[in-house]
């Protein structure tokens, strides 16, 4: 199968706007995805609605197709630089451009999804460590799934309750899983998703992979030991470089 990786950046962001251009080390946040993203696929975009970020990735000698910037979710930018790019790819891999430290072996985790042919959506869970409290955090969503891999439901909930324990000891009789936001669409899934509408469960949970799931498409669940970093403040980004110095 050919596979290809498009990573959205947009410059705007509430809580940190410009942060694909803001340095990690000696270089922008962007360019660590995109080297990642071209080093573990061969195929690597960036698609982003700012000329800056579009001028920052052609310096540096990456690909880069600009967007419009009415675009809902990244999924919807994917799709719209997929067609710009007009290569016949199988498979389109979605890495957000604030996740400098995504490992290669994740990568390569959600692509093998894809030997499953039933297998239209591909994503990544972590099984949850230490107490009940990283369990409780409405922000880190968790997934069910069933007994051949595939996703159930994901919730900001804890779910599933566990009866007949204390709250505080349901995750050492249950493997919660834990969302990590990488994805992988077949391109003509990709197509299709891009024109349904938002779904009750994604607008109650605000999960745009529960539109998908009520829309009936399977979405396969990768395993990885590995955590993500993503950078979403000017904090994380402090936190980042202390890491990269170790």
């Known amino acids: 199968m050919k596979f290809a990786a498009i990573i959205p950046a947009r410059y705007a962001s509430t809580r940190f706007p410009g942060k ?16 990642t993203a071209k080093n573990t696929i061969g195929e690597a975009y960036v698609a982003t609605d700012d000329e800056r970020i ?3 990735v052609k310096n540096f000698g990456g690909n880069a197709v600009m967007t419009s910037p009415d675009h809902k979710s990244g999924t919807d930018r994917i799709q719209e630089a997929v067609t710009k790019i007009g290569e016949d790819y199988d498979v389109i891999v979605n890495i957000q451009g604030d996740e400098p430290f995504i490992h290669t072996s994740q990568i390569e985790t959600v692509c093998r999804c894809f030997d499953d042919a039933q297998t239209q959506i591909a994503t990544l869970g972590m099984p949850f460590t230490g107490d009940m409290s990283a369990v409780d955090n409405p922000n880190s969503p968790k997934i069910v799934t069933d007994l051949k891999g595939y996703a159930m439901y994901f919730s900001r909930s804890v779910i599933p309750y566990v009866r007949g324990c204390e709250h505080n000891r349901w995750n050492a009789g249950f493997c919660y899983l834990k969302h990590i936001g990488l994805y ?10 891009t024109r349904l ?10 999960l745009e992979q529960l539109r998908w799931l009520q829309n009936g498409y399977r ?3 990768g395993l990885t ?13 402090i936190k980042a470089n202390q890491m990269l110095e170790k």
């Open 197 to 206: 509408q938002q779904s009750p469960l994604e607008l109650a949970e605000s």
């Open 54 to 56: 579009y001028e920052t």
């Open 20 to 35: 694909p251009l803001a340095m990690l080390g000696d270089r922008p946040v962007i360019e660590w995805v995109y080297n």
């Open 225 to 237: 030991d590995m955590e993500t970093i993503g950078i979403d403040t000017p904090e994380d980004l």
């Open 184 to 193: 992988a669409y077949r391109c003509d899934v990709l197509k299709e998703i």
């Open 219 to 221: 979405i396969k669940v």
